[in-house]
């Protein structure tokens, strides 16, 4: 991000004040969860990752990219290889009426959802559309170090009754 010095910025993150790097937009430090979801074995989490959690009614997937002309027949169809699907929500567009693009199916077990997550993985199309799936609810991984502090230095100086 280059700054121009004409340029004045207002805001929150932007060194106002002369602010150490460290902190604001520019320093990138956002918490982040690890991408690689790789699980050895489907009941045991790898070390750092979540793993699926089952919602109060049964295991939730979330399919995304979804033609946007699906209706929720087509969905149903391809989706019932892998189990009985017990509820699916198909989110529409209320101002156009098209599909949003993503469908949550609920699965009684959580082996038919894995075989639905798996049969996406490996490239199961509708409409054309290759979809992409996984598991709605995730448990956190297990917290092993303690947390950065937000804040390390004040921006502002204490009140006068606080002197």
């Known amino acids: 991000m280059d700054l121009d010095p004409s340029i004045?910025?207002?805001g929150r993150g932007f060194d106002m004040n002369g602010a150490s790097e460290a902190e604001g937009v520019k320093s990138q430090g956002f918490e982040q969860l690890d991408v690689d979801?790789?699980?050895a074995d489907d009941d045991a989490p790898v070390a750092g990752h979540g793993h699926p959690a089952q919602s109060m009614e049964g295991w939730v997937v979330v399919v995304s990219n979804i033609h946007e002309e699906a209706l929720e027949d087509d969905v149903l169809d391809?989706?019932?290889e892998y189990g009985k699907v017990?509820?699916?929500?198909?989110?529409l567009d209320r101002r156009t009426g098209y599909v949003?693009?993503?469908a949550l199916l609920q699965y009684k077990t959580k082996a038919e959802a894995q075989?639905?997550?798996d049969a996406c993985q490996q490239g199961l199309t509708l409409?054309?559309?290759a979809l992409d799936?996984?598991?709605a609810f995730v448990q956190p991984p297990a917290k092993t170090d303690a947390r950065v502090p937000r804040r390390t230095t004040r921006d502002r100086s204490l009140s006068p009754m606080r002197q």
């Open 8 to 10: 004045r910025r207002r």
């Open 37 to 39: 979801m790789d699980q």
């Open 78 to 80: 391809v989706f019932s």
């Open 86 to 91: 017990r509820d699916l929500h198909l989110n």
């Open 100 to 102: 949003k693009g993503y």
């Open 115 to 117: 075989r639905a997550i």
């Open 127 to 129: 409409l054309e559309q």
């Open 133 to 135: 799936a996984d598991f």
